[in-house]
RNA sequence: GCCGCCGUAGCUCAGUGGUAGAGCACGGGCCUCGUAAGCCCGGGGUCGCGGGUUCAAAUCCCGCCGGCGGCUCCA
């Protein structure tokens, strides 16, 4: 059948079916109410009571798809304004949105905090607002009526971001007698938020602007399904057992002792230290197997360094300084000042270009308390700091190799990633230093490196910084809070303040073009991701103890020694563990300490000279000879190349 | 830094005005064991620190230190 002038709308539900539009009517009227959140009409993001009208494919939403569930929870948190609302009347809006794990809305509260207690009240406001199936309506209204109808209602916040808009027309959505202006869309009902849990309050500044008003934040979640909210709860309490701050100590790999200590420093402790040495010794070899020449620089220096480097005039705040013999001096923030002393160390030419300079660089910044965090923000931490000096030609062939280096130091930790790169704000060129031309090559450089190596990315403007663009790649914790790692920054401007300088094949000298670049970004903060990562099961080559030999009782000890021996000496990290206990108590205790190998050891052992192998969270692998158990150790090293 | 919440044994926590408790861990003894907790006994705390209220404070009030969740900032 076809009709050759009729408008051809295709449908697709969620689960796949196509079904046809009709024009002039509402998506909900032909689905019908109990499919789907919300509509992609022709790659636009609409409420389901919109109306058809024009010709093309509208995808129906449901809570598996990203944009589906941000809406969900966009509507989650207009009930939340709306519970806030009706039992507080005077309270203002401030702003609400999804997140990506649930959704928030603020309001100011005059001082007042939100109690426990009054999280209850407002659950239960919430759940009865869902229960009522307010319909939600979106209203289309020109600015100056919506400017009005918020003014009666007292909203001056919402009055305040009306003034700041520049459309001459808003949307307002509406359920029951709660307004808010809003782009949407939204669900069409609130009966369809069904399970919601409000997590926690805090305050926050209007805009994040110190010194605005202070608003109350309440966080929460919502699911369609009972299931879906209990298993989030119950990830939540997952989360925390693979926590490094709680993994961290009980691992033994570090402690913070803050109280006595002071915050934000790091204890390595006997097992840390020594997967950190590991790590950094397969940094150097891998660094000086790609070119790189090692390099130390003190920890402090006079600040006539960092005024040149523009730190004490930027940086200030977070330098920690103190004086000797009436000069004043500052403990590093930064190792790019010392290396470009290094580089600058004599006249360069163009001959010996590309320099690349590694330092595992420790440095201190006096970070604001309330942002202190384990081991993944701290005021002492270690680089893996490398400054690259380079000419303009050489610049896209130095970024290819970086994003290599990173690609195979991630391999090493099993870790998968995307970037972001950081490039200007287009409207405002002048914000930025260094000429067009030098950007330009700057950020295609960059972009052309991730796609040459099919390095997924997103491209965010005005994220560079003002001396150059930048790539950086983020690593998310157990709750999913974002943390960086990797950065590679391109700079057009220490190297002019430096005057860091070469001779060109013209016999001129040039700028040279500087690279900041740090890979597993510091060693403190990575090790926070790794812990989180594994939950503390350590890859083979990293496990600070890879295997522990049990002798079954006293009387094969001998045996039991001899092994441990014999992997000592192949530079196994072995432990014995003769105490007097249970097998399968000390078979626990190995377990719990999450060491790779349990080798247990009795007669039959002994007779057939063999090891019985049981790994980690996989139970008994039978019995293997000694030099194979010795080779699947070796083989878990990642190459250098 | 700001707002809220919190701080009891090495760890996880109970105790809300009347002399500090449990489990795990730790120490001792018995047990000599075949793939995730054998049994018994014991030591351990100026209840974060300082001040105040009270006949009496882990408990109520104030200040400080530290932590947690966010905001802002960052590797």
């Known amino acids: 059948m076809y009709l050759v002038n009729r408008l051809v709308i295709k449908i697709r539900l969620p689960n796949g079916r196509i079904i046809e539009g009709e024009k002039g009517k509402r998506i909900l009227d032909v689905i019908g109410y109990n499919i789907g959140l919300v509509a992609r009409y022709n790659c636009k993001l609409v409420d389901l009571s919109t109306i058809m009208d024009d010709e093309g494919e509208i995808e129906i939403l449901d809570f598996n798809d990203a944009d589906g569930k941000y809406v969900f929870w966009h509507t989650a948190a207009h009930i939340l304004a709306h519970a806030v609302k009706e039992l507080y009347p005077d309270y203002k809006l401030g702003i609400g949105h999804p997140t990506e794990n649930g959704f928030f809305y603020e309001f100011y509260t005059f001082e007042k905090p939100f109690t426990s207690e009054d999280l209850s009240r407002i659950e239960e406001k919430m759940q009865e607002i869902i229960s009522k199936n307010y319909p939600i309506k979106r209203i289309m209204l020109s600015r100056d009526k919506a400017i009005e109808l918020f003014k009666n209602r007292g909203e001056d916040f919402k009055v305040e971001l009306l003034n700041e808009m520049s459309e001459e027309e808003v949307s307002i959505y509406e359920q029951g007698s709660f307004r808010d202006l809003c782009r949407g869309p939204h669900l069409s009902s609130t009966s369809i938020v069904k399970h919601i849990k409000l997590l926690s309050v805090s305050s926050t500044y209007w805009k994040g602007i110190e010194g605005n008003p202070s608003m109350q934040r309440i966080y929460g979640v919502a699911f369609p399904e009972k299931k ?121 030419s163009y001959k010996e270009l590309p320099l690349r300079f590694f330092e595992l660089g420790t440095v201190y910044r006096n970070e604001k308390s309330g942002v202190l965090h384990g081991s993944l923000r701290v005021r002492g931490f270690t680089q893996d700091d490398g400054h690259i000096f380079c000419t303009p030609e050489q610049l896209e062939s130095e970024i290819l190799n970086l994003i290599d280096l990173t690609t195979k130091i991630m391999n090493a930790f099993n870790f998968k990633f995307s970037a972001k790169l950081s490039i200007r704000d287009p409207m405002n060129k002048e914000k930025y230093m260094g000429n067009d031309e030098d950007w330009e090559k700057a950020e295609k450089a960059l972009a052309r490196a991730l796609e040459l190596r099919k390095i997924p990315y997103t491209v965010e403007e005005g994220e560079a910084a003002f001396y150059g663009p930048k790539i950086d790649i983020f690593m998310t914790d157990v709750l999913g809070r974002k943390w960086q790692l990797t950065t590679i920054q391109l700079d057009f401007n220490l190297p002019r303040r430096f005057k860091a300088m070469y001779v060109d094949k013209d016999n001129t000298e040039k700028y040279t073009v500087m690279i900041h670049r740090a890979i597993i970004g510091s060693i403190e903060r990575f090790f926070g991701i790794l812990i989180e990562h594994f939950g503390g099961d350590f890859p083979l080559w990293l496990a600070p103890t890879q295997a522990v030999v049990l002798p079954i009782s006293e009387s094969i000890l001998d045996y039991a020694r001899q092994i441990y021996r014999k992997l000592m000496d192949n530079d196994v990290r072995v432990e014995l563990d003769d105490r007097p206990l249970t097998l399968n108590k000390r078979i626990r205790d190995a377990e719990l300490k999450k060491i790779p190998y349990v080798l247990v050891v009795g007669e039959r052992e002994k007779q057939s000279g063999k090891i019985a192998v049981r790994k980690r969270k996989e139970g008994n692998l039978g019995t293997m000879s000694i030099d194979d158990f010795i080779e699947i150790i070796k083989k878990s090293y990642p190459k250098i190349e």
Not at 320 to 348: Q, T
Request: aromatic content about 14%; some cysteine; overall charge positive.
């Open 228 to 348: 879906m909210l209990d298993d989030y709860l119950k990830m939540l309490e997952e989360a925390k057992k693979r926590d490094h701050r709680f993994l961290g100590p009980k691992l033994e790999i570090f402690d913070l002792f803050e109280e006595v200590a002071g915050p934000g420093l790091v204890y390595w402790l006997p097992k840390g230290a020594l997967m950190r040495r590991l790590i950094e010794d397969f940094l150097v070899k891998i660094h000086l197997k790609n070119g790189y020449q090692l390099v130390y620089t003190p920890h402090i220096a006079r600040i006539k360094l960092y005024e040149i480097s523009g730190h004490i005039k930027y940086y200030k705040e977070n330098m920690f300084m103190f004086d000797i013999e009436n000069n004043k001096y500052a403990i590093k923030p930064m190792n790019c000042p010392g290396h470009i002393l290094i580089y600058k160390s004599r006249k360069r």
